[in-house]
């Protein structure tokens, strides 16, 4: 009787106890470093978490069996917001309530059997990690890397913290959905852009991830070419520099416009402008969504400075506005505005009676922002605009008016969270000296465990007196504590470095040994991180090469981003009582059904629909397989005489184990189709258990039921690591089945006995026989033409052409 609860924790036991998945971090072997995204451990794991660490853990074990020393390791992305709100709903620390967490998900992925070196364990809030957190962010300070500046940041009420724009959707707050207000802070900020040029073009070489992804990335750093050209205010003889990807329509300009969060307002507003503009701000702050602003059927208004830019190739005035749908974040926060072939410039226009001059020939429609033939644009009129971009660049350089650049949308990583709950800025500031970086010798800059929870949500580090209150390391004097922590996209910006050498306390990792084991291998994750934190590992890599610290330029070799697992056609959440728990699977069908079941959905990177009658069916099928052992075992365990010759059944159904074992490498080699792994194990399964029903005991091939045995129960270990083992040791064999080598198949093996070849005269087909493989093309002529069929409608003719083609096929002309 197959008692999965029985078998698996005898398993877990000995794998523990044995250490089999700690691996080493220097070997004779090739290394494979395989990750899986680590969790935040915000609560109990779901069937959808499982699919991620199942399908890491497959890929784990089946490398280890060919050959790799494989590094396997997890941990726990553990600061952040929801352990901050925990606290303060349920009057408990943070910490207290993120170690639970930890201490639960643990337990869970240990009773999935997921192969997991625990030796390398890495929980980012201990002071052990963050430590090196800091570490990274002096190292970017000492660069000029990380720096801070007042500017307009997402604000969210309820959270009372800033967010990042990759945080703020649709306007509202990822995390609470609370719609998101603009406020002016000092804030800290990593210095991304200075790598947005690497960052983009190395895109091409990462080969091994999902085109989506690449293109995602692509996107958000938002490579334009275009130039930048220089317009003088009339009043103050300034220059307020834009950027355009279309200078062909510099002659169609009629205003400029200027974004409400741009320093540029202050320069820009005229005195008796001031009130006006200060209410049109406080109006569009309180009641216009930021991230709706920029839609097409957003209302566009504005409020005219009072002051005026001369364009550049024409000498006309321009009034210089600002205007609620510019983008602060994009160019240099101030455009020019061409009514007639952009759609956005064109609303504003009407609504303003602002003039619209047509540039590009376009027909009667308006706005046109397709190409053609410019007009009214000066020595360029009559010229395409496409060939004509180039010549404007040339002519606005050789003015000096300006020149020819290059724009990313990406700006600089906003770091700063105004919370208890993270990382602490290693940064003090001093009357005397200004701000000051705390020195590496006194890092960790340590959280106050002993704090009190403001109802409001307040971080308790702003009014904690004694974490606030140093001495200063540069003069010794009084001094004040950052009181920000840092996101916790920079702890995890790093942590696949840590795995490597976790417990060294002298430096983040060692140099050699991470040069040895990065880039990672595989990596394995949820696609929506496919902006923010795949492209924050990619430039803390890129700083700490810089930096001498590494020798690789980007953090991860390949990517498979898995697909969701939704229930009742909706993505699985607590909220909507849909929640599959993997602990009760576990308990009713058994960790190995759980994990087959999940993998034989459908291929990993799709959604899939949970079913409890599919996890019944694969229950079933655990049931048949274990039912085929019990009964082939006892057979292979009597060492009888082995038959030397195979039957024509026999060798097609070794014939056929072959071809399979063949199909789930090729599977698993290929695009991660394990859910076709799994048919082929039911395909054999089926396969063999006919046979031994079929044949009689005394006439069945043992030596074909002890091969497939030895074949097939290593392929199902890293699927049903488990079941594999328990079987492996029924068949008298030494643990452990993860430990084995994966099968080989036989090239000879998968060639057919027999072949069935159509007989076909002038072209017609007139009869199909079955014959011996391997036969040359004389023998099968000769078979052919010696067919009574054949014969009979040949009627004593000679034929006066045979062809055998392609070995199946023989056409005789006559």
Request: with cysteine; charged share 25%; glycine share 6%.
């Amino acid at each position: 009787m197959y008692d999965h609860d029985k078998i698996e924790s005898k398993w877990q036991k000995k794998w523990e106890e044995s250490g089999i998945f700690h691996n080493p971090n220097h070997s004779d072997k090739q290394k494979y470093y395989s990750l899986v995204m680590f969790p935040y451990p915000s609560g109990t794991l779901h069937v959808g978490h499982v699919k991620n660490y199942t399908i890491g853990d497959v890929v784990s074990r089946y490398k280890r069996m060919r050959g790799y020393n494989v590094m396997n390791p997890f941990g726990y992305d553990s600061f952040g917001l929801p352990a901050e709100n925990a606290a303060i709903v349920h009057n408990i620390h943070p910490e207290e309530w993120t170690r639970t967490n930890i201490t639960t998900i643990r337990k869970q992925i240990k009773k999935l059997g997921i192969s997991y070196d625990w030796n390398r364990e890495t929980i980012t809030f201990e002071e052990n990690y963050y430590k090196w957190t800091q570490w990274i962010f002096l190292k970017l300070y000492e660069k000029g890397l990380a720096y801070k500046k007042s500017g307009p940041v997402n604000w969210c009420p309820s959270c009372k913290t800033v967010l990042a724009n990759e945080q703020v959707i649709d306007g509202k707050c990822e995390r609470c959905g609370t719609p998101v207000i603009i406020k002016q802070l000092d804030q800290w900020y990593f210095k991304i852009t200075n790598y947005a040029e690497e960052l983009d073009a190395f895109i091409d070489k990462l080969t091994g991830w999902p085109d989506n992804v690449k293109t995602m990335q692509r996107n958000w750093i938002g490579k334009s070419t275009g130039a930048e050209v220089n317009f003088k205010i009339k009043e103050t003889g300034k220059t307020l520099k834009i950027f355009t990807t279309r200078p062909d329509t510099l002659w169609g300009v009629t205003f400029m416009a200027v974004a409400p969060e741009s320093p540029l307002l202050t320069q820009l507003t005229s005195i008796s402008k001031q009130h006006e503009v200060e209410d049109f701000l406080t109006k569009i702050n309180s009641t216009e969504n930021r991230f709706e602003r920029f839609s097409t059927d957003t209302l566009k208004e504005g409020v005219f400075l009072g002051t005026h830019a001369i364009n550049p190739v024409n000498g006309e005035e321009l009034p210089i506005y600002v205007a609620n749908y510019i983008l602060y974040e994009y160019g240099t926060g101030a455009i020019m505005a061409v009514p007639a072939h952009d759609a956005r410039d064109y609303a504003f226009a009407k609504r303003y009676s602002l003039p619209i001059k047509v540039v590009v020939d376009g027909g009667d429609q308006l706005p046109y922002s397709g190409e053609g033939v410019l007009k009214n644009s000066g020595p360029f009129s009559g010229m395409e605009s496409t060939e004509s971009i180039d010549k404007v660049i040339a002519y606005l350089e050789e003015k000096r008016i300006g020149k020819r650049a290059v724009n990313y949308k990406l700006r600089d990583w906003l770091i700063s969270r105004q919370r208890y709950w993270g990382t602490p800025i290693p940064i003090v500031y001093c009357d005397k000296c200004g701000i000051v970086p705390v020195p590496e010798k006194d890092l960790p800059v340590k959280l106050p465990k002993d704090v009190k929870f403001d109802p409001t949500g307040k971080s308790p580090l702003s009014y904690d007196e004694k974490f606030l209150h140093t001495t200063c390391p540069k003069c010794g004097g009084p001094a004040i504590r950052e009181s920000d922590t840092m996101d916790t996209f920079v702890d995890s910006s790093w942590y696949y470095l840590r795995y490597v050498n976790p417990k060294v306390e002298d430096k983040p990792f060692i140099k050699s040994d991470v040069d040895e084991w990065l880039p990672v291998d595989q990596y394995i994750g949820g696609v929506e991180h496919a902006i923010l934190h795949l492209l924050y590992s990619r430039f803390i890599t890129k700083v700490l090469r810089d930096g001498g610290y590494l020798s690789f330029d980007e953090p991860f070799k390949n990517l498979f981003t898995q697909g969701m697992i939704y229930k009742d056609g909706a993505k699985m959440s607590k909220s909507k009582g849909n929640v599959v728990s993997p602990d009760e699977m576990v308990k009713q069908y058994g960790a190995d059904t759980l994990r087959l079941y999940i993998l034989f959905m459908g291929p990993p990177e799709k959604d899939a629909e949970w079913l409890e009658s599919g996890i019944e069916g694969v229950y079933r099928f655990i049931f048949k397989l274990w039912s085929l052992f019990e009964n082939i075992l006892p057979l292979i365990q009597k060492n009888q005489e082995a038959k030397k010759d195979l039957s024509d059944e026999e060798y097609e159904i070794r014939r056929k184990l072959h071809l399979i074992l063949k199909k789930i490498t090729d599977d698993i080699e290929g695009d991660f189709r394990f859910n076709t792994v799994v048919s082929g194990f039911m395909e054999l399964v089926n396969i063999f258990s006919d046979y031994v029903k079929s044949t009689p005991v005394n006439i069945i091939n043992v030596e074909l039921l002890n091969e497939f045995a030895h074949k097939f129960v290593p392929c199902l270990s890293p699927f049903t690591p488990h079941l594999a083992e328990e079987l492996w040791e029924m068949m008298g064999e030494k643990p452990f089945v993860a430990n084995a080598n994966w099968p080989s198949y036989d090239e000879n093996a998968i060639r057919p006995r027999k072949i069935e070849i159509a007989l076909m005269v002038n072209g017609k087909v007139r009869s199909r026989i079955v014959i011996d493989a391997g036969l040359s093309e004389d023998e099968i002529r000769q078979i052919a033409l010696n067919n009574d069929k054949i014969k009979n409608i040949l009627d004593g003719k000679n034929p006066k052409k045979v062809f055998v083609a392609s070995g199946n096929v023989v056409n005789i002309v006559v």
